[in-house]
């Protein structure tokens, strides 16, 4: 279970740093090139679906699309909320 | 008619949240409660703090039988004890029709002291479907429609949100408030949808019968026995007028699992009770699958032997189990049921944010234009998200303070509990008319102040301190609660701390909102 937090919220980052807003609110006056972009997105989705193996595997089919899906969301909302207040720590730091 | 569909989308997006955002998140947050409703009757209900026996045995339920025959009820319905709700509990309607409920040690089977209160079971969790409005089922309908409404919000939602890619993790605390507020409205919304969308499909899938019953009659006419005997194997007898002794319970039991394989029951539900043609109802608990199946069987209670078990059920029927399930969590598994209860808090935040917004950008042109609506949803608002909250604590330190068999006024100490709880709503809602937007600040210094004092009060009336729960196993449902409630008297104060700070910073802001 703890792999697959850790998976789903390493996805989501990457999904989240592919985003240029994203990116530029990370690394001041950074600029993402389109191709690694793109690779971002493709690895995140990645381990978005490696989680739901991990969880199905070790869960069930049922309990681990449900618990897969739950986390989803929330590792989404903690990975959003981490970027909403690390420019403020990175800069103070 | 707006000019285009995102326009009419705008429209009834705003519209129906501002109608029954309040509503909605009342259903919310009891919903989110009932998540941990077992855990909430324990810290309500002292006396059930028990331990589950290592080796139990279904005769120890004997004695919750024997009170509903003595109050000659038609049927009783036992709960197993489980490490949940580690009592036996047996509900029954008496012969006047009043509704009766007793606890049972799961070890002797001695009944337990009245405790005096619905706690999570009979009042917070039946509120979120039926707002505990009975008159023609009134509840229900209303309930119903917001589950309907909240279907309609979240595809309204996505219809207007122009990049909702592109905003997909875009929350800026540092923005205006509107514009932070829209984007943790967004984030709780878009991210959280899944949830939204199933949880709301689920409740009204739960009560078809109620919402959709054309899909019976349809098929079965008004023969509701039929429906249930074909989809879920249901079986009823008329009672013969004899009087005659049940074999026992562990028979019974026995007799069921001999159907099932593995499991055991999570209720036995007896009809026709001291009756020769009693029969009792068995049904497998439902802790290792994700459906609310129910794998019923139906044993004589006078000879022990089979009389029904439930046929595979149809297509259909299975479907709505699987749905009924998810909505439910029925099952063992500790880490989905936290998830849950932080999705539906993520509904809550959902819905209150939509209310904020409506109010932050109105609130200007209302006041320049002389109207008093934003200032009314305002104060709603306050209500609705803090308000209720405030009441639900109020709740909790009632049924610490009051004495058991208490009565005030010649009110019983469940509905003492319960007037206070819809007394201190009100309350709340007539200090957020009067304090404008000064009332978030004093809410949440409120709730922080009660949530603290539920805190000391169970360790004073109880001697259950956090330490002690935390130290003994069975005591971590308590302990849960307490952890919840301090981390809710922090969270409280921190923000009514940094509320107060902005209104000071800014006392142009503050004027405009009453502060």
């Known amino acids: 279970m703890m792999i697959a937090v850790l998976l789903l919220l390493a996805g989501w980052s990457l999904l989240a740093g592919s985003q240029p807003r994203q990116f530029s609110r990370i690394v001041r006056h950074g600029h993402l090139p389109n191709r690694t972009g793109i690779a971002m997105r493709w690895a995140g989705a990645a381990l978005l679906m490696g989680a739901?193996?991990?969880?199905?595997?070790?869960?069930?089919?049922?309990?681990?699309?449900?618990?897969?899906?739950?986390?989803?969301?929330?590792?989404?909302?903690?990975?959003?909320?981490?970027?909403?207040?690390?420019?403020?720590?990175?800069s103070a730091t | 008619m707006e000019p285009t569909f995102r326009a009419s989308m705008n429209w009834l997006h705003t519209w129906s949240g501002v109608v029954l955002g309040s509503l909605l998140f009342a259903i919310f947050w009891m919903g989110t409660l009932s998540v941990?409703?077992?855990?909430?009757?324990?810290?309500?209900?002292?006396?059930?703090?028990?331990?589950?026996?290592?080796?139990?045995?279904?005769?120890?339920?004997?004695?919750?039988?024997?009170?509903?025959?003595?109050?000659?009820?038609?049927?009783?319905?036992?709960?197993?004890?489980?490490?949940?709700?580690?009592?036996?509990?047996?509900?029954?309607?008496?012969?006047?029709?009043s509704f009766a409920q007793r606890l049972f040690d799961p070890s002797t089977g001695t009944e337990l002291p009245d405790q005096g209160t619905f706690a999570a079971s009979r009042f917070i969790y039946p509120f979120h479907y039926t707002l505990n409005l009975k008159v023609f089922g009134l509840g229900y309908w209303i309930v119903g429609l917001c589950g309907m409404m909240m279907m309609v919000l979240c595809v309204s939602g996505v219809v207007i949100h122009r990049k909702i890619f592109a905003d997909f993790f875009t929350f800026r605390p540092?923005?205006?408030?509107?514009?932070?507020?829209?984007?943790?409205?967004?984030?709780?919304?878009?991210?959280?949808?899944?949830?939204?969308?199933?949880?709301?499909?689920?409740?009204?899938?739960?009560?078809?019968?109620?919402?959709?019953?054309?899909?019976?009659?349809?098929?079965?006419?008004?023969?509701?026995?039929?429906?249930?005997?074909?989809?879920?194997?249901?079986?009823?007898?008329?009672?013969?007028?004899?009087?005659?002794?049940?074999?026992?319970?562990?028979?019974?039991?026995?007799?069921?699992?001999?159907?099932?394989?593995?499991?055991?029951p999570n209720y036995l539900y007896v009809f026709n009770p001291g009756d020769a043609a009693a029969c009792v109802q068995v049904n497998r608990a439902s802790e290792d699958v994700v459906s609310n199946i129910s794998h019923v069987v139906y044993v004589d209670g006078v000879t022990g032997e089979m009389?029904?078990?439930?046929?595979?059920?149809?297509?259909?029927?299975?479907?709505?189990?699987?749905?009924?399930?998810?909505?439910?969590?029925?099952?063992?598994?500790?880490?989905?049921?936290?998830?849950?209860?932080?999705?539906?808090?993520?509904?809550?935040?959902?819905?209150?944010?939509?209310?904020?917004?409506?109010?932050?950008?109105?609130?200007?042109?209302h006041r320049k234009l002389g109207r008093s609506g934003a200032r009314v949803v305002a104060a709603v608002t306050v209500a609705s998200v803090t308000g209720i909250l405030i009441a639900t604590l109020a709740f909790m330190v009632t049924n610490r303070v009051l004495p058991l068999g208490g009565s005030a006024f010649g009110i019983e100490r469940p509905a003492i509990e319960i007037v206070v709880f819809h007394l201190v709503w009100l309350l709340a809602l007539l200090h957020a008319f009067v304090s404008g937007g000064r009332a978030w600040v004093g809410q949440c210094w409120t709730i922080s102040v009660l949530a603290l004092a539920a805190v000391l009060l169970n360790a004073l009336t109880t001697g259950d301190h956090l330490i002690r729960t935390l130290a003994d196993r069975q005591l971590w449902p308590v302990a849960g609660i307490d952890i919840t409630l301090l981390m809710a008297t922090v969270i409280a104060a921190c923000v009514a701390l940094r509320l107060a700070r902005s209104a000071l910073a800014d006392p142009r802001a503050s004027q405009e909102t009453g502060a």
């Open chain 1, 52 to 90: 739901l193996v991990i969880l199905v595997r070790g869960e069930g089919p049922s309990f681990g699309v449900l618990a897969w899906a739950c986390l989803l969301s929330i590792s989404a909302m903690a990975v959003a909320l981490t970027l909403a207040w690390l420019p403020k720590a990175i």
């Open chain 2, 36 to 97: 941990f409703d077992k855990e909430i009757d324990r810290w309500m209900m002292p006396a059930s703090r028990l331990a589950l026996p290592e080796q139990f045995s279904y005769e120890t339920m004997r004695p919750a039988y024997k009170a509903a025959l003595a109050a000659k009820a038609p049927a009783v319905l036992m709960l197993v004890p489980n490490e949940r709700n580690p009592v036996i509990t047996a509900l029954w309607r008496n012969a006047d029709g």
């Open chain 2, 174 to 264: 540092e923005r205006k408030i509107r514009r932070a507020t829209l984007d943790l409205h967004n984030v709780a919304g878009v991210l959280g949808l899944p949830f939204h969308v199933v949880i709301s499909v689920s409740g009204l899938v739960i009560l078809f019968s109620l919402y959709f019953p054309s899909s019976i009659w349809a098929v079965y006419r008004q023969d509701a026995r039929l429906f249930g005997r074909e989809a879920y194997g249901s079986y009823v007898r008329p009672p013969a007028r004899q009087a005659a002794d049940l074999v026992s319970f562990d028979a019974i039991v026995a007799k069921a699992r001999s159907v099932w394989g593995r499991g055991e």
């Open chain 2, 307 to 365: 009389l029904s078990a439930n046929k595979p059920e149809k297509p259909a029927a299975v479907t709505q189990r699987f749905i009924a399930g998810l909505h439910f969590i029925q099952f063992r598994h500790w880490t989905l049921r936290w998830l849950y209860f932080g999705l539906g808090l993520a509904g809550c935040v959902l819905i209150a944010t939509g209310l904020l917004f409506w109010v932050e950008s109105r609130r200007e042109r």
